[in-house]
């Protein structure tokens, strides 16, 4: 299917003409993503409820459905509803786990358990048979899921069941929500899939923020939320957009875990979270795999396949 070509207003958002460049906006986003688990546990800290940062981080987030005005840019969604509906529901999802994962552990370790998505979109996308994968495509991602493992195995602050699970859970929606990116993009404006997955997530997580515990925080808290809402996560996410674009998933999820690193220095320099020797070296081999990961993947197999 061909979309309808969009206006000149549609180049706000284009894929990175070279991959040197892609690379640079998935490690930016990776970057900005990685301090937002700090801003949570400032804003937890002062007096925020898990509700009510869900609440403002998706009413500030849904601010990019307004790109959703152009006609131009909600046509080329004509066709994809089916995988859009899928990036909805990791919208909602993804971040209602994540949020409360963080109320009930660290940043550092939430995030570690958390990225164990690269690997299940790795192998998610070499079930479609989207990308080939090579021998040092394999040792990148081994060296890359030790790393984790080692960061996991010595925990910063504890670990508890619940915060485990939540965020193991949080990792497949992630997953999900890579996969079902790279083939949804396809002919589709960005900015438009953007809008309507933000919009959804508004729609859900506002009215529900009252039963998920309503506390007020204080000015330092605030201003964590809206740190978190604009600057951890509508900035983040369009550069992350564009980088996928032009990456695609494998890829882009190994490149992005440069988020660990940040997470690690932001909660010592921050929250001043001292990080076990184990979690610095796991750290460090998360960062040799993603600096790796895009010599070793190959091109894909194939188009991507019409089903997630």
Do not use: K
Not at 32 to 38: S, W
Not at 191 to 205: D, E, K
């Amino acid at each position: 299917m061909s979309a309808t070509r969009p206006s000149n207003s549609l180049g706000l958002l284009r894929a990175p003409t070279g991959q040197t460049s892609a690379q640079g906006l998935m490690a930016a986003s990776a970057v900005l993503f990685g301090i937002q688990g700090v801003f949570a546990e400032l804003a937890y800290d002062n007096g925020a409820s898990v509700g009510v940062v869900l609440a403002v981080r998706a009413a500030v987030f849904s601010l990019l459905g307004l790109f959703l005005l152009d006609p131009a840019r909600r046509a080329t969604l004509h066709g994809h509803w089916r995988v859009l509906s899928i990036a909805c529901f990791t919208s909602i999802a993804g971040p209602l786990l994540y949020y409360f994962a963080l109320a009930s552990m660290q940043p550092t370790t939430v995030t570690l358990i958390v990225f164990l998505y690269p690997a299940l979109t790795i192998v998610g996308a070499r079930l479609l048979g989207r990308i080939h994968l090579s021998a040092l495509a394999i040792g990148v991602t081994a060296v890359t899921m030790i790393g984790v493992a080692l960061a996991v195995g010595a925990p910063v602050g504890g670990v508890n069941l619940t915060g485990v699970l939540l965020a193991l859970s949080s990792s497949f929606v992630f997953s999900i929500y890579f996969l079902a990116a790279e083939h949804g993009l396809e002919g589709v404006d960005p900015l438009a899939w953007l809008g309507v997955t933000v919009i959804a997530a508004a729609v859900v997580l506002v009215p529900v923020a009252p039963l998920l515990g309503i506390s007020l925080p204080n000015g330092r808290g605030f201003a964590a939320i809206l740190m978190i809402a604009i600057g951890c996560s509508l900035v983040p996410c369009l550069l992350q957009t564009a980088g996928l674009m032009r990456l695609g998933s494998a890829a882009a999820t190994l490149v992005a875990t440069v988020e660990i690193a940040t997470v690690v220095v932001a909660s010592t320099l921050i929250l001043g979270q001292r990080p076990t020797p184990l979690a610095v070296i796991g750290a460090v081999l998360v960062i040799i795999g993603a600096a790796c990961a895009p010599m070793a993947m190959r091109d894909r197999l194939r188009p991507p396949s019409t089903t997630l």
